[in-house]
């Protein structure tokens, strides 16, 4: 059952309460307090506190320093915190411009879910080849020789895309970044529910993401052999060097240098663009065919862009594909009983009215 509303999760629309509860911000005041607490993202909460706690206990045992992004950190992607700020100071201004304070609540508390939950991740694939620095790359170039039919079809279609599309080394980022904005546009205007699922399965993939960084490492194909992709060969000379400078740096070096290089680790396995692409393909399609249909195109390419950029093994899009179905899983499990309890409590609210 989809639940389609405001925060409230359709049954509180703000747009049908008096002036002044519009205005409120004080929502303990104005509502009962278990309308209270259906505003507030507790499974998002619960998931990041938990992830943090997870990273702390990690870098007390290890010894490592937590870092926090720089303002440099993007500078190797070409791209600037000031976009999605933007975005996000442009949504803020829309929900309190409708006075839809109670949505902009949960925006602002499930958006500093995310960050802690990304700041983590990022943390511990930063600290992953320390943790365990078993490479398993030799084994992973093993197995794509067995696909490589599928690896010199993924450069056929890159090189394909160039003819007709010259900034196609573009696209790998732009199309991920725009199935994740669609993703989050569509859903929260169609169905709140459906969102809050969408947002809980990528900080899912995120979370088992980083811990997977742990379990058999790999830096990547590129090492054996440039891809097709100039952009992304650009970018892997950049983490590669960042890498190798942990390695002989260590502790030391994560200290000073990981602010600017948390975005630049690399880890192939399980392949993270594919596992979160999939949770937004999955979703769309299931709540919003016209957007999934527009996703497939952006899906297949991001797959095969994974390995003709050499980023990753072929093994590493089937894990990460395998990611995206525990985390769907969960997700559900996690929500049915919300849902279970909306449809009675919409239940009991429409029984005196059908009486």
Known sequence: MCFCANLTEAHYSMSAQPAEKLKAWNFSKKLPRHEVFSIIPLAEITLATTFLTVGILISFAFGFDFSFPSSKALDFTGMSYS???????????????????????????????????????????????????NLWDSFYWKSDQM?????????FIHREIEKLFQSVDH?????????????IIVHSMQCFMVFRKVLFSAMLVHVLGGLSYLAMPAVGPFIYEPGVNALETARQEHMYGGYRALLAGGRPWISSQGSQF????????P???????????????QHAR???MLYLPLFTF???????????????????LALTAVAIAVTAAVFRPIETHQTMRNNRREAPASA
């Open 271 to 285: 392949s993270l663009h594919v596992a979160s692409s999939a949770v937004f393909v999955h979703y769309a399609w």
């Open 83 to 133: 976009v999605p700020l933007s975005l996000i100071s442009l949504l803020g201004f829309y929900l309190i411009w409708k006075k839809q304070t109670m949505r902009l609540a949960y925006y602002v508390t499930a958006a500093a879910a995310y960050a802690i939950i990304l700041t983590t991740h990022f943390n511990i694939k930063l600290w992953s080849s320390l943790i365990n620095p």
């Open 302 to 320: 991001i797959m095969f862009e994974a390995m003709a950029t050499r980023w990753h093994y072929a093994i590493d899009l089937a894990a990460g």
């Open 290 to 292: 016209w957007l999934g």
């Open 171 to 183: 696209l790998y980022l732009f199309a991920f970044l725009a199935m994740f904005a669609g993703s």
């Open 147 to 155: 696909f490589r039919p599928l690896i010199e079809t993924s450069f």
């Open 262 to 269: 948390m975005f630049a680790a690399v880890a192939a396995m």
